[in-house]
C-alpha cells in the first residue's frame, strides 16, 4: 500500500492481559520501526528490522515485549502481562533506505489503554 | 536520558507571525536532523531536514538553522497559518543508526 497501516486503532486492556499490535509497511519498504508515545509526548524507540530481521533492539523491555516481521504478513508487536505504564499509542514507521537518507513515514498509531 | 532537548514546549502565536522552534544535542555523531510535524490523531510526517554540512535549509515558509558548534538547531515557522497548527518534534540520528532519537514536542497554536 501507500501508507502505513496500522491496527486496531484502539485496543483496550485489562492489567496483565495480552495486546498485540499489527503494522503493514509501505509495499517496497525494507525498514520498519516501531516507536512508543506516552502522553502526547516525546517517541521512545522499541526495535526496528531490516525485512524479516531485527536490527535494533536497544529499546524493547524484553520481558514482555515482543515483535516480528514475517515475510508476507503485517510485522507485530505484542505486549505480554500487560502493565498500567503500557498505556501508550504504539507507532509503526516504514523507510525505504533505513531512514538515514530517506524519511520514515509513520502510521497514524495504535492507542493501547491498560485499566 | 534525553539525547535531544527541545524547547518552548508550547508556543502561541497570531496569524503572520514567526513561530521559532530550538533543539540541542549532545552527541556529535549525530549527522541527521529532521522536524516532524503531528495533528492531534495522526502520526507524525516529515517537514523538513538538514545535515551538518550545511547551516541553513529553507523549503517554503519553513527554515532549519544549524550551528554545528554549539550543537544546536532551529526551526523558524514564517508568515505562520492556523493550518499550521500542531505538535513540531525535532529527532536527530548517526549514519550507522536508523534510530531517531526525538525532542520532547512543541506545540504551536496560530491564532487567527
Known amino acids: 500500500g501507500e501508507e502505513v497501516a496500522q491496527t486496531p486503532k484502539h485496543l483496550v486492556r485489562g492489567e496483565g492481559q495480552k495486546a498485540k499490535l499489527y503494522c503493514a509497511p509501505i509495499?517496497?519498504?525494507?525498514?520498519v520501526f516501531w516507536y512508543q508515545q506516552v502522553l502526547k509526548n516525546e517517541f521512545k524507540f522499541l526495535i526496528s528490522?531490516?525485512?524479516?530481521?531485527?536490527?535494533?533492539e536497544t529499546g524493547m523491555p524484553k520481558e514482555r515485549f515482543s515483535a516480528k516481521c514475517l515475510p508476507n504478513s503485517p510485522c507485530s508487536l505484542e505486549i505480554q502481562a500487560t502493565k498500567l505504564e503500557d498505556s501508550a499509542v504504539y507507532f509503526c514507521?516504514?523507510?525505504?533506505?533505513?531512514?538515514?537518507?530517506?524519511?520514515?513515514?509513520f502510521g497514524e498509531g495504535s492507542r493501547l489503554t491498560v485499566l | 536520558q534525553q539525547q535531544v532537548k527541545q524547547s518552548p514546549q508550547s508556543l502561541i502565536v497570531q496569524k503572520g507571525g514567526i513561530s521559532i522552534i530550538n533543539c540541542a544535542y549532545e552527541?556529535?555523531?549525530?549527522?541527521?536532523f529532521p522536524w516532524y510535524q503531528q495533528f492531534p490523531g495522526k502520526g507524525p510526517a516529515l517537514l523538513i531536514a538538514?545535515?551538518?554540512?550545511?547551516s541553513e535549509k529553507k523549503e517554503g515558509r519553513f527554515t532549519i538553522s544549524f550551528n554545528k558548534s554549539a550543537k544546536q538547531f532551529s526551526l523558524h515557522i514564517m508568515d505562520s497559518q492556523p493550518g499550521d497548527s500542531a505538535t513540531y518534534f525535532c529527532?536527530?540520528?548517526?549514519?550507522?543508526?536508523?534510530?531517531?532519537?526525538f525532542g520532547a514536542g512543541t506545540t504551536v497554536t496560530v491564532r487567527a
Open positions: 538538514i545535515r551538518p554540512d550545511v
Open positions: 509495499k517496497g519498504h525494507s525498514y
Open positions: 552527541n556529535t555523531a549525530f549527522d541527521y
Open positions: 529527532a536527530a540520528s548517526r549514519s550507522n543508526d536508523y534510530k531517531l532519537s
Open positions: 514507521a516504514s523507510s525505504q533506505s533505513g531512514g538515514q537518507t530517506g524519511e520514515l513515514f
Open positions: 528490522f531490516q525485512n524479516e530481521n531485527v536490527f535494533d
